[in-house]
């Protein structure tokens, strides 16, 4: 069975500051892996999303991800906080279901970021 | 405009009553789901169908029905509404294994 922890449930940081989210994953063989956001009372958008093409990806609005397999890891990082990226932020797994018809998604238990002035 | 859209936005009704949420979708996908996301932000997946076909059904009590009349649609009825069934409710949709696309949600709350 596949799992997602989020270890930090709050990130506060500075506008202009680097933000880290972190993300370790379980799963039993490659995974796809995504970052969703959700701002305040809104649904669920994609930032980013690792399908083992390249470990270094790239997603909207200056996101980007780094896929470890040694550690099992898929951190979140954007070099420069703006006050529009507080909000609500979700790592991923995916594994294919019957047939390969659908993909079931395990969520993590999200980090809310805040973005002081 | 709308890739995935669901109706209502809110929806306030009394323990023991019978509701229904809709969902569509115009992105020509084939596969929808349903996601329950309680008031700790938790999301779990509740259901999914493959052109009108059920593909996941997870621990969910038999008070939550899934409908999917075409693949465009997917609705859930929920009978007898419990107090513990108030939450915010995303529909989803893919190309089968691809990305999953993500409506407003539906925020359910039972008195």
């Known amino acids: 069975a596949q799992s997602v922890t989020q270890l930090d449930s709050h990130v506060s940081v500075s506008e202009g500051t680097p933000v880290l989210l972190r993300c370790n994953y379980s799963s039993s063989y490659s995974p796809s892996l995504f970052w969703y956001v959700q701002h305040p009372n809104k649904g669920l958008q994609l930032l980013l999303k690792y399908t083992s093409a390249a470990t270094l990806v790239k997603g909207i609005n200056g996101f980007e991800a780094e896929f470890k397999k040694s550690e099992t890891s898929f951190h979140l990082t954007k070099p420069s906080a703006h006050m529009s990226d507080a909000a609500e932020y979700f790592c991923?797994?995916?594994?294919?279901?019957?047939?390969?018809?659908?993909?079931?998604?395990?969520f993590g238990g999200g980090t809310r970021v805040l973005v002081k002035p | 405009d709308t890739a995935v859209s669901q109706t209502p936005k809110y929806l306030v009704t009394q323990m023991g009553n019978d509701k229904s949420i809709k969902c569509e979708q115009n992105?020509?996908?084939?596969?929808m789901y349903w996601y329950k996301q309680d008031s700790k932000k938790f999301l779990k997946i509740m259901f999914s169908?493959?052109?009108?076909?059920?593909?996941i059904n997870e621990t969910v009590p038999n008070r939550f029905s899934p409908k999917s009349p075409d693949k465009a649609h997917l609705n859930l009825h929920i009978n007898s509404l419990e107090l513990g069934d108030s939450a915010v409710y995303f529909c989803?949709?893919?190309?089968?294994?691809?990305?999953?696309?993500f409506g407003p949600g539906t925020r359910l709350t039972v008195l």
């Open positions: 169908y493959n052109n009108k076909e059920l593909i």
């Open positions: 992105l020509g996908h084939d596969t």
């Open positions: 991923v797994v995916s594994e294919s279901v019957i047939k390969a018809a659908g993909n079931k998604l395990t």
């Open positions: 989803a949709s893919s190309q089968y294994t691809d990305t999953q696309y």
